[in-house]
């Protein structure tokens, strides 16, 4: 990582600033900057973003910020005192995009809420997450990723049969949020572009809202037929194969293995000896699903990871090992994607880490800096790009709000 390095990427020039904390408003931001965009993340003095101290950490350098904080600048200001809120203005005033978290009431108080940012910037893209939405009764409700996911309707489908509901074992309703909202603003920004009379955009985005719009079945399906899906582990109730699981090769490692067309599903019957006339349709498939099911997990059991990959493989049905981080980190198909890229950090030297997803061949981003220190933007960001004065940033540092 060069000390001149910076953005690149087909977002280059675009100007973003975030007011937001921990997971889901920074991916959105996070998700611009890995495509050069300009993303200015907004921290209180002192202790700043409570993400940098999340997650495990090595001789006291926190792992994830490294990551979640990559590409970005860090500046200090106070949103509690008058004067960072003056600054804030500032910075809103210069950007094309602005991204907010905090409760609906504290925006108001701030001078953050839509119409204030619009009335700073009548051309801004401002994307809002909140828990339940800004124009619902529970607008000033606080809201964290795993009530987001409890409301979308994922985790009640998830889980084995006859057992608890559960949650994935990361922020999946942070990410999905962080993902969609980044979605949301490059749609703003293409009608920026093009039309003449854009009067600004506000993003209103509910936590549970990207996970509840990925579930396409759910709402047409109990619509129409009164019908709510069950928990049936890793099998889907809506997949178009009968054989769908987990299994564990005799070497103790799991095989996923799918069917998604009737003719896999009689390949797979064929491989465990059963004549694949008896499975010619559908319904004769799911009639038999048990034992298929159960004559695939005791076929994987008796043979070695090696030797059921390559036999599913001859028989052209998708199968796929369960990849844990370490797996990852040695396989071939990642390193062939160059999915993982090696960065230079102050504190850790080198560390690896996702690449910038997804590809983009002609104008790739690229990962030129990791999380950054607390502040150590704000001369660049104060004086050169807003204009302060030495005599300001001496005062408002004096004052600690920055």
């Known amino acids: ?16 600033v975030e007011f937001a904390q921990v997971i889901a408003g920074p991916l959105a931001g996070g998700l611009l900057a890995d495509m050069g965009a300009d993303v200015i ?13 999340i997650g495990p950490n090595k001789d006291g350098s926190y792992l994830w910020f490294k990551v979640s904080g990559r590409n970005k600048r860090s500046v200090t200001c106070d949103l509690r005192r008058p004067a960072g809120q003056a600054l804030a203005h500032k910075l809103v005033a210069w950007a094309d995009v602005v991204i907010v978290t905090f409760r609906a009431s504290t925006l108001k108080e701030w001078g953050l809420d839509w119409e204030s940012v619009r009335a700073l910037n009548p051309k801004v893209v401002m994307l809002q997450i909140s828990g339940y939405g800004a124009n619902t009764s529970r607008a000033d409700d606080p809201g964290f990723g795993k009530m987001g996911e409890a409301r979308s309707g994922v985790v009640a489908i998830t889980g084995m049969e006859g057992g608890p509901p559960l949650h994935t074992a990361f922020s999946h309703g942070d990410a999905t949020s962080g993902l969609m909202g980044s979605w949301a603003v490059l749609a703003a920004l293409w009608r920026r572009e093009r039309d003449p009379d854009f009067d600004g955009e506000w993003i209103d985005l509910a936590l549970f809202e990207p996970l509840y719009r990925l579930i396409e079945w759910q709402v047409i399906v109990y619509d129409q037929l009164q019908r709510t899906v069950q928990r049936l582990g890793n099998r889907m109730e809506f997949s178009p194969g009968a054989v769908q699981n987990s299994y564990q090769t005799s070497e103790g490692d799991w095989l996923t293995v799918t069917s998604a067309t009737p003719r896999t599903v009689q390949r797979i019957a064929v491989m ?12 004769q498939q799911e009639a038999r699903r048990a034992e298929l099911d159960a004559g695939v997990a005791a076929w994987m059991a008796q043979r070695t990871t090696e030797e059921a990959m390559e036999a599913f493989q001859q028989a052209g049905v998708v199968t796929s090992p369960i990849l844990t981080a370490a797996d990852i980190c040695a396989d071939e198909i990642y390193a062939e994607r160059e999915d993982i890229v090696a960065v230079e950090d102050p504190e850790l030297g080198t560390v690896r880490m996702q690449a910038v997803l997804p590809h983009l061949r002609q104008a790739p981003g690229a990962v030129w800096r990791t999380g950054p220190a607390l502040g150590e933007d704000n001369e660049l960001v104060y004086r050169e790009w807003l204009g302060l004065t030495d005599e300001e940033l001496v005062g408002l540092e004096a004052e600690q709000v920055i």
Do not use: I, Y
């Not at 000390?3 to 977002?11: F, H, I, Q, T, V």
């Not at 465990?272 to 319904?283: I, K």
């Open 1 to 16: 990582m060069s000390e001149n390095a910076g953005p690149s990427g087909s977002l280059k020039g675009l100007k973003v």
């Open 41 to 53: 993340h907004v921290e209180p003095p002192g202790l700043g973003d409570p993400a940098r101290k």
């Open 272 to 283: 465990l000896g059963l004549p694949a006339e008896e499975f010619e349709t559908q319904e």
